[in-house]
């Protein structure tokens, strides 16, 4: 049952899931795993809060809703922080992006933003003693960047929202107080 919704009949489909009590059987299922991580990635206004709404009231398609979600921070999130050269402007515009369909298509639903948190949380940690010394670096070269002080607000606003999901913030200090 591959990629069946294809741009053009990514509305439509979502529409006749809902319509049609596809959701719940596994013929709906399938059609969302298949197109889930497309569907996140892209942030599809157009599909996203249909199945939204559908999943919403049946708590066991909205846990596996919230499962997928998860996975696709946690799958693009390692991509972004892998490497000893991790461009926190890029996680933190990701971070930021997540944040904003939640609040477009999901009507800020607490439980997505939980997921969210939960997801960053998970592969800033995976490599404690790294994500760390890495965030302590980087906010250490850009406060000696000579900057306006809407930009140095920006930089500190990026690093705050990374540093709030980073596990280790006492080895976090330790390599911050070494530079």
Known sequence: MARLLTED???LAAKLIVDTRLLEASIGKEIF???CYELFRTADECVLPVLYDAYKPKLHHFSQFLAYFF???IKEGEKLSKGKEVDFEKLYEFY???FEMNKKLFKSDSSIKIELNRAFEKFNNENNDQAAELLSKYIADELVIKRGLEEL???IQCAMVLFKHL???DIFISFYNQR
Do not use: V
Request: no cysteine; net charge negative.
């Open 9 to 11: 009949w990514a509305p």
């Open 33 to 35: 795993e298949a197109n």
């Open 71 to 73: 996975e696709y921070i």
């Open 96 to 98: 930021n992006l997540n």
């Open 153 to 155: 607000n920006e930089k």
């Open 167 to 169: 596990g280790s913030k």
